[in-house]
C-alpha cells in the first residue's frame, strides 16, 4: 500500500504536468490558426479598401474632366480633345476597379453587395453623364452612399462589428 501511494504522489505531477503540455499545444494551435485567418482577413480588407479608394479617385478625375469638358466652348479644341481621350482612358480603368470590387466583397456577404452594386451605378450613371449629361449632386449623393457601404463591408471583413447609422443626410434623394 505504501509504494502505491508513494508512486501515485509520483506520478500525478509527471501526468499533470503531461496533460498541461497537450493542452498548451492545442491553445498555441488554434491561436496560430486565428492569427493566419485573421492576416488573411486582414489582408483581403486592405485590397478592398485600396480597390475602392482607387474607383473613387478615378470617379473624381473622371467628373472634374466632365465638369471641364462641358464648360468649355470648344469641345474640339485641342485641351477639350485632351479631356475626351482622358475620359475615354479612365473608362476601362474604371471597370476594372469595380471588377475588383466584385471580387473583394465576396469576403463581406452582408455588406459587400450594396457596395458591388453602387459600384455598377456609378460606372454606369459616368457614362450617362457622356451621352447625356446629367447631375453631379445626383452622382455625389451615390458617392456618399457607397463609401458609407464601403466602411461597412471592410468592417465586416476584418470582423468588426458598428451598426449603420443612417442619418437624414443619407436617406435624401437629390
Known amino acids: 500500500m505504501e509504494y502505491i501511494k508513494l508512486i501515485s504522489s509520483f506520478l500525478t505531477p509527471i501526468v499533470v504536468f ?3 503540455l497537450l493542452f498548451l499545444r492545442k491553445i498555441e494551435g488554434i491561436k496560430q490558426k486565428i492569427s493566419k485567418d485573421s ?3 486582414s489582408k483581403w480588407a486592405s485590397c478592398f479598401f485600396d480597390a475602392c479608394n482607387d474607383f473613387l479617385k478615378k470617379g473624381e478625375r473622371y467628373m472634374a474632366l466632365l465638369s471641364q469638358l462641358q464648360s468649355l466652348e470648344n469641345k474640339n479644341d485641342e485641351v477639350g480633345t485632351n479631356y475626351q481621350k482622358e475620359l475615354t482612358k479612365l473608362n476601362p ?3 476594372e ?3 475588383k470590387i466584385r471580387r473583394y466583397v465576396n469576403f463581406a456577404p452582408k455588406n459587400g453587395g450594396r457596395v458591388d452594386k453602387l459600384a455598377i451605378e456609378i460606372q454606369s450613371y459616368l457614362s450617362e453623364m457622356i451621352r447625356k449629361g446629367g447631375n453631379f449632386d ?3 449623393v451615390k ?3 457607397f463609401s458609407n457601404n464601403a466602411k461597412l463591408a471592410h468592417a465586416e471583413m476584418l470582423n468588426l462589428n458598428y451598426a ?4 437624414p443626410a ?5
Open 18 to 20: 503531461v496533460l498541461g
Open 39 to 41: 492576416e488573411f482577413n
Open 93 to 95: 480603368e474604371i471597370q
Open 97 to 99: 476597379c469595380e471588377l
Open 138 to 140: 445626383a452622382l455625389f
Open 143 to 145: 458617392l456618399k452612399d
Open 164 to 167: 449603420k447609422q443612417d442619418t
Open 170 to 174: 443619407d436617406t435624401e434623394k437629390p
